[in-house]
């Protein structure tokens, strides 16, 4: 048991910082101060001249060096997020101890390999575990975990653990090893990984070993490291980026996918590592989530922990709110792309999908931005309903399919009706009459513009649903009814609880009527197009509205502001309505 230490990190770094701006004081005030001593030579009154000064930067940097170490270490060896004063056991008393430990161990290890390159026997190997064992907690400081890498070499760290794996198979090589077989070296490669970790971590290694690293070293090495020990979030997602790039016909082919199980398992151990992956790269998000790769797996529950790793990562409130929106937009460009493989591709629905589920209960507080999108295509002179950047960059077809693509999932479709319906319910649409004064109807317009532009979306992402005739059906007749819910909200109170259920009733009888509509059409049993049935479909839920007013005493509208009413659902709904309808076919 080595030095008992206590450090508050953040006082200790703020301390750092403190060092380093005195540092610059010192080094921008030497040149004119030595220069004014040369200078005045005798004259000078001063009384040491300048080595006081050089023994306070040379002071201020050596203890700005050991500070460093010391923080870097014990943050290694207490749990991540504790704060105040963390103490520990160090190994070392000094950093220039821990370095030189490193390098005595790693000539011992690489004694033991090159007799194994030799021998390359089961004795030979054991004597190379042993070795690796005997590095123990020393790992966990940094400044040992550098030399003992950088003594050793990436091509002599990479040689250690193909050693092993060239054993485990072909597969094993292209494919990854599963985490039970790797818990059999935990005590052993699990030290270098182990090491890697604490020296990449705070920034130790040189360009050799980290850029170069990811780069040439077999993915199932690097994957392995993933899953041996808690490796960085730039690490991480380095990894992923060269992972994910792959063709999907070495994902997709035959066997086990573990590399990809170990990717999906860091990131559950990380998930603001994946946020800001998909944030950052427009690309990424497509490859993750390609239904050829995360379907492909052969790994039981994959999709499941998938799904749990994605709402970590992206739900409301998780992470940093900009990299999560961020990471929205490029899911949403991504899986709305015109040639996305979610919707009518060779990998067929996504029923049954939690990955799809998963999505559409976080894709929530982003409906507003999506629905400004429509709404701008309805109402394009309301240029203060536009989207904020930068979802004023998404093209609604985009986003159109998007909705489309979680679809395709029943349970996803429920879920986003579920968001839209309180999404319109938010809007309040019921304290602004249409028919009051300018202010009073500029609200009215407005939100009732956002309120379509929801019901647009809900529709247009519909067309590409995969369903029956009689869900499709049931969909369309739900999302017609969306804005007559706020209506009627508007003009029926509900603390009466006898209105209420009438009001509910009637809203009921207005869905059986649209659906018998659409059904009709849908079975031929009408000759109308898919523009009559539109023109019946907004005539009913006009005459749904007035009506309404009528039966509960409610003042009556005018021709004229009927007409209006009329005319308002036919600019938010039609044009969707006809090509839903015209998608599907009568």
Known sequence: MGEFV?????????LIQQMEAGKRVLASTRPGLEAAIDEAREAWTGQQG???????????????????????????????????????????????????????????????LKRH?????????????????ATGEKVDDPAYAAALLESLGPDRFRATFMHWMKDKGPAAMQKGVPPGTLAQV???????????????????LGEEWREKLVETTELSVLTSLLTLAKQSE???????????????????SAGQNWNLNALVDAYDANPQALQ????????????????????????????EKLA????????????????????????????????????????GTFKDSPVSRSLAENVTPYLDQLARGQAKLSSPDLVTLYPTSPWDKVDPDVASRFMGALMQDKAAASALMRASQNYMLGLDIGRFRPFGDEGMQAEYTSRSALAGGVANLMLSGSTHAEWSDDEYADWLADTMALPIDWLSNKYWPINDPTTATARDKGLDDAKDIFKDIITGYFDEKTPENARNVAD???????????????????KPLTIYQQDEVRMAFRGRLYNALIDALEKRGG
């Not at 105040?84 to 000539?107: I, P, R, Y």
């Open 276 to 303: 800001r992956l998909l944030a950052e790269s427009k690309l990424v998000p497509g490859w993750l989530l390609h239904p050829g790769r995360f379907r492909t797996t052969g790994i039981a529950g994959f999709e």
């Open 234 to 252: 730039t690490f991480l997602n380095q990894v992923a980026t060269r992972l994910l790039s792959r063709p999907l016909t070495v994902e997709s």
């Open 536 to 554: 019946r479909l907004v005539e009913q839920q006009a005459q749904w509205v007035m009506s309404s007013l009528e039966q509960h005493g409610q």
């Open 186 to 204: 935990q005590g052993s490669l699990g030290q270098l990984a182990r090491a890697y970790s604490s020296a990449e971590g705070v920034g130790r």
């Open 117 to 133: 390159n030799v021998e390359n026997t089961v004795e030979s190997w054991r004597k190379v575990a042993d070795a690796l064992a």
């Open 308 to 347: 749990g790793v994605l709402d970590k990562a992206l739900k409301p409130g998780a992470g940093v709110a900009d990299l999560r929106d961020q990471a929205w937009l490029n899911l949403v460009n991504s899986l709305g792309a015109e040639d996305t493989p979610w919707i009518g591709g060779q990998w």
């Open 50 to 112: 300048v080595i006081v000064m050089h023994r306070s930067w040379a002071f201020f940097d050596e203890s700005q060096r050991d500070l460093k170490w010391r923080i870097d270490t014990i943050r290694r060896m207490v749990p991540s997020g504790a704060q105040g004063l963390v103490t520990a056991f160090f190994t070392f008393a000094t950093e220039s101890e821990a370095a030189q430990q490193g390098k005595t161990d790693a000539a011992t290890v690489a004694e033991v």
């Open 6 to 14: 206590g450090i508050d990190p953040g006082r200790a770094d703020q």
